[in-house]
């Protein structure tokens, strides 16, 4: 079965950066990583997961949320199966638990922002942004 490893996350000052990846495996042949869109979400103590950015399958059109434009960049390797998150100008809002997630069709637009049109998930990982 497809399992998405996110790995990047951490502490950080206000102002600072991080880049998360996610790397994919368990892939088969005829449904391979390169063919979907893959996106980041990530939730907040007390909030409901919320989508920060996504990207299409062969990583020539992104996606962001708002509060995410200017600062956070999306990317993808399909030669490695791993999608990156760079995260600048990071804020104590950013704080929260970030997860990873594969598209549930082929092809699928990064437009699509709801977490059901997902249907792999990476285990997360913890961004902290002090002030």
């Known amino acids: 079965q497809v399992q998405l490893v996110v790995s990047g996350g951490g502490s950080v000052q206000a102002g600072g950066s991080l880049r998360l990846s996610c790397a994919g495996s368990?892939?088969?042949?005829?449904?391979?990583?390169?063919?979907?869109?893959m996106a980041w979400f990530r939730q907040a103590a007390g909030k409901e997961r919320e989508f920060v950015a996504a990207?299409?399958?062969?990583?020539?059109?992104?996606n962001y949320a708002d509060s995410m434009k200017g600062r956070f960049t999306v990317s993808r390797d399909n030669g490695k199966d791993t999608v990156y998150l760079q995260m600048d100008r990071l804020e104590p809002a950013d704080t929260a638990v970030y997860y990873c997630?594969?598209?549930?069709?082929?092809?699928?637009?990064?437009?699509?922002?709801?977490?059901?049109?997902?249907?792999?998930w990476g285990q997360g990982t913890q961004v902290t942004v002090s002030s």
């Open positions: 990207i299409n399958y062969n990583g020539d059109s992104t």
């Open positions: 368990g892939f088969a042949p005829g449904r391979a990583f390169k063919i979907y869109a």
């Open positions: 997630a594969k598209s549930r069709l082929a092809f699928a637009s990064e437009h699509n922002i709801v977490p059901d049109e997902y249907d792999s």
